[in-house]
């Protein structure tokens, strides 16, 4: 079966810290390695001796015995001790992937629990943290700075292709789903109880009154066209001239007087509207009607896009203005959040409680996927780069297995000699 290689990172950092690994592995060895022939040259040379050296002799002999089996069983687990096909040798090249799945499911079970994450993270304290990084005034710029970056390159990223496709793709059919006639009808009927049309009325009145003053001649030119066609011109004006100014007195007079009788009559059809709007059923009707031609003319997505757009420059400048007003209000939210974390150890609690549900959460979720990229990973190795790549992590720890059993032996061997000389 083929296999692919793990991917090369980015960077040459990785092959600086291989080289180190690789020098440190062959210095252990030769330092292992100096023993066993030290030993061997020992046992030489005492060969046959009595007495001290009988001893010296023996130790020799058993520290061979001990850095050859350990050397056999730390080459075991990488590669067929002297090339030789001995059985139960070279496993992790043969189990790899049984040992990728050991592993993932040690981390599984020991390092993503609900009760290790709750400790660490109690442990951790990471409100309290947090609040002491957000008491510094440096922090809170370079936080509320990453963040405006970010926002203003998504904002750009948005297109005109896009708001089109929100409005209609997503926008209109779900407001042609919605009836109309009880949404208005119901925030007519709120804003009428909390007479919040009032301040619309009193602008349209005042916008009126301002331009019935400045434009005269429109509004006589367009009374004389319903007088008689025998009214000789003279006429004509006085009327238009007189209709005018009590045109001009009586819009004054209803934006002056809150009690004026049209205003009056004017909460009385908006409240009409109001009921119809939510119980007369042709009034619906006809609110549905408009709804629909209102949602296919074609100035929906063009306005749309138009208000996005202008929307999104005002947004933009003012988030790349460093000191402009929103980058400056979320500094001082930052600010008095920092305090109020600092001050109060119930919200801080909370939070805390949060973040460990938060991280539970994930883990239980995505935890197997996460454990998951260890087997995956081991079983893109080839065996026999799996072999290096771990012995090139561990094998210098692994060499003081040969030391210690060359140490270890030595002392048995003497141990054992003694023993049989004070039976003997």
Do not use: C
Request: hydrophobic residues 45%; aromatic residues 6%; negative net charge.
């Amino acid at each position: 079966m083929s296999v692919t290689s793990p991917p090369v990172p980015l960077d040459d950092s990785w092959q600086d810290a291989d080289t180190v690994r690789r020098a440190g592995l062959r210095r252990m060895r030769a330092v292992a390695l100096g023993l066993l022939l030290a030993a061997a040259a020992v046992y030489a040379v005492t060969l046959h001796d009595d007495g001290f050296w009988g001893y010296v002799n023996a130790g020799a002999e058993a520290s061979m015995v001990g850095a050859i089996a350990d050397w056999f069983a730390v080459t075991a687990l990488f590669r067929h001790p002297l090339g030789l096909p001995v059985p139960h040798t070279a496993l992790i090249p043969r189990r790899k992937d049984e040992l990728g799945r050991g592993l993932e499911e040690f981390v599984g079970e020991n390092f993503l629990q609900e009760s290790v994450i709750r400790e660490r993270l109690a442990a951790v304290e990471v409100s309290q943290r947090v609040a002491e990084w957000l008491a510094e005034e440096a922090h809170r710029r370079r936080v509320v700075d990453e963040v405006v970056a970010v926002a203003a390159i998504a904002l750009q990223r948005v297109r005109d292709e896009h708001v089109a496709s929100l409005v209609t793709d997503a926008l209109v059919p779900r407001f042609r789903e919605e009836p109309i006639a009880p949404l208005l009808g119901g925030l007519l009927d709120e804003a009428l109880r909390d007479d919040l049309h009032h301040g619309l009325v009193d602008l349209a009145l005042a916008e009126l009154a301002e331009w019935l003053r400045l434009n005269p001649t429109t509004v006589q030119e367009v009374i004389g066209e319903r007088a008689p066609w025998w009214s000789p011109d003279s006429v004509n004006h006085r009327v238009t001239s007189w209709v005018h100014q009590e045109m001009v007195r009586w819009v004054d007079d209803i934006r002056d007087q809150p009690g004026h009788r049209a205003r009056s009559a004017l909460d009385t059809l908006l409240r009409q509207l109001a009921e119809d709007l939510l119980g007369d059923a042709s009034t619906q009707e006809r609110a549905e009607r408009f709804k629909e031609r209102l949602l296919d003319h074609p100035a929906v997505i063009s306005s749309g896009i138009s208000l996005w757009n202008a929307l999104r420059r005002a947004l933009v400048a003012s988030l790349r203005d460093a000191e402009g007003a929103v980058p400056q209000r979320l500094r001082d939210e930052l600010e008095r959040f920092a305090v109020r974390l600092r001050a109060e150890s119930q919200l801080r609690d909370r939070i805390d409680t949060m973040v460990a549900d938060a991280a539970v959460f994930a883990v239980d979720r995505y935890g197997h996927e996460v454990t998951s990229v260890i087997t995956h990973t081991i079983e893109q190795w080839d065996g026999r780069e799996a072999a290096e790549r771990i012995e090139l992590h561990v094998g210098r720890d692994l060499q003081f297995v040969r030391i210690n059993g060359t140490i270890v032996g030595g002392l048995v061997g003497v141990t054992i000699h003694a023993i049989a000389e004070l039976v003997g």
